[in-house]
C-alpha cells in the first residue's frame, strides 16, 4: 500500500501528520508526503504521479468540507476516483457524516487514538 499524506490549504502545522506518516512507514506502508500548503489540484496530481491507493488529508484550519470536496472532484475528473481520501485533524462531529457523504472513505477526527488509525491502515494494506 502507498499513502500519500497531504496538508491542503493554509495550515501551517504539520506535527501530527508528520506523526502519522512515521507510523504508517514503521508498518511496511509506503509514505510520500507533501509538505505544507498544498493546493488541492497539487495534492491530486501528486497523488496520481505517485500511484498511491490512499490519500490521507490532515486539516487543522476549518476547511474541510471545501478541500476535501475539491481533491474529490479533482480525482474524478482525472479519472482517479478508485484513490480513497482519508481525513484527519480537527474535525467537527457535526461534520463526519457530511465528509462520509461527499465521499471520503475514513473520517479521524483530532484526539482518534494512534494505534487505531494505523490498525485502519494496515487492515486496508491487506485487502
Not at 26 to 36: A, C, F, H, P, W
Not at 98 to 109: I, N, Q, T
Amino acid at each position: 500500500m502507498k499513502v500519500l499524506i497531504a496538508k491542503p490549504g493554509l495550515d501551517g502545522h504539520d506535527r501530527g501528520a508528520k506523526v502519522i506518516a512515521q507510523a504508517l512507514r514503521d508498518t511496511g506502508i509506503e509514505i510520500v508526503y507533501t509538505g505544507l500548503k498544498r493546493t488541492p489540484e497539487e495534492i491530486v496530481q501528486e497523488a496520481i504521479q505517485e500511484d498511491v491507493d490512499v490519500i490521507g488529508l490532515s486539516i487543522l484550519s476549518g476547511a474541510h468540507l471545501p478541500l476535501s470536496r475539491r481533491v474529490l472532484e479533482g480525482l474524478k475528473v482525472q479519472g482517479a476516483s478508485d484513490i480513497k481520501v482519508v481525513v484527519g485533524g480537527i474535525i467537527p462531529p457535526k461534520d463526519v457524516e457530511a465528509l462520509l457523504a461527499l465521499g471520503v472513505h475514513r473520517v479521524f477526527p483530532m484526539g482518534t487514538p494512534l494505534p487505531e488509525v494505523v490498525a485502519a491502515f494496515t487492515k486496508e494494506a491487506r485487502r
